[in-house]
């Protein structure tokens, strides 16, 4: 894998998605609350269901678990039905307690994002934050961020955003938001592909974020995205050695 400096060229804004790069690295928790909704509704769904879907969480989610055929056939023998956009809209509404219960369970962003972060102000980037779930819904995660100020530019989510990557909206949002000449200056950082398609779709550039852990189980990159990264660090590194060294 080559991490050239190129792909980052002229770029004035740096975004991260809040699940699984900010908070709850490989979106262990907002997983396993997935999946505890779906045992509620009698279906089971495996860690490799959840990896494969990742993304968005909630509503959007449970529609693409939903089209997993295996998936899909076993709702069937459970209801006796297909599920409906009604069932969809129960079960959302099941999932926001286990939602809330996610953030609590992972109260603090991740080091090296707030690392990261910090290191790209210094270079005069400016940063965002994008989310795809409601803010009510973040409860605990957001007052860690505000505790632990972090040097954010505009943090967008689904109460900003009238729709969840892959659509664009986030996406606009946030280059709105950050004053950027163009969508071409924005470099989005996701680890799934739905963001990556986002970013594509509003003409920004997209980095696959994969940790080491999900690299062991067999994960790969988005194929929207030409660059990839195991390590946040690697942000900064391509962006230049100007950059004061990690907190402690």
């Not at 795809?132 to 943090?155: E, K, S, V």
């Not at 969508?183 to 592909?193: T, Y």
């Amino acid at each position: 894998m080559i991490y050239s400096s190129a792909f980052f060229k002229d770029a004035t804004a740096v975004a991260f998605s809040w699940h699984g790069v900010l908070f709850d690295r490989d979106r262990r928790e907002i997983h396993a609350a997935m999946a505890k909704t779906f045992l509620q509704w009698g279906v089971a769904v495996t860690d490799e269901d959840l990896i494969a879907t990742r993304g968005p969480t909630g509503r959007a989610q449970i529609a693409r678990l939903l089209s997993i055929a295996r998936i899909a056939e076993a709702f069937r023998a459970q209801h006796h039905r297909w599920a409906t956009d009604s069932d969809l809209d129960i079960m959302t509404l099941d999932h926001e307690p286990r939602l809330l219960a996610a953030a609590a369970a992972t109260p603090l962003p991740n080091a090296d994002a707030c690392d990261a972060l910090r290191r790209l102000h210094a270079q005069g980037i400016r940063t965002a934050v994008i989310c795809c779930t409601p803010r009510r819904l973040l409860g605990p995660q957001l007052q860690a961020l505000a505790r632990a100020n972090i040097p954010i530019d505009c943090l967008v989510t689904a109460d900003e955003a009238c729709e969840p990557a892959p659509a664009p909206w986030g996406v606009f949002e946030a280059i709105q938001r950050l004053g950027i000449a163009s969508a071409s200056e924005l470099v989005l950082i996701d680890d799934s592909p739905a963001g990556a398609i986002a970013a594509r779709n509003a003409g920004a550039r997209a980095v696959s974020f994969i940790s080491n852990a999900l690299i062991s189980e067999g994960q790969k990159a988005s194929p929207n995205t030409r660059e990839t990264v195991h390590s946040l660090a690697e942000i900064c590194r391509v962006n230049g050695p100007t950059a004061p060294p990690p907190s402690q």
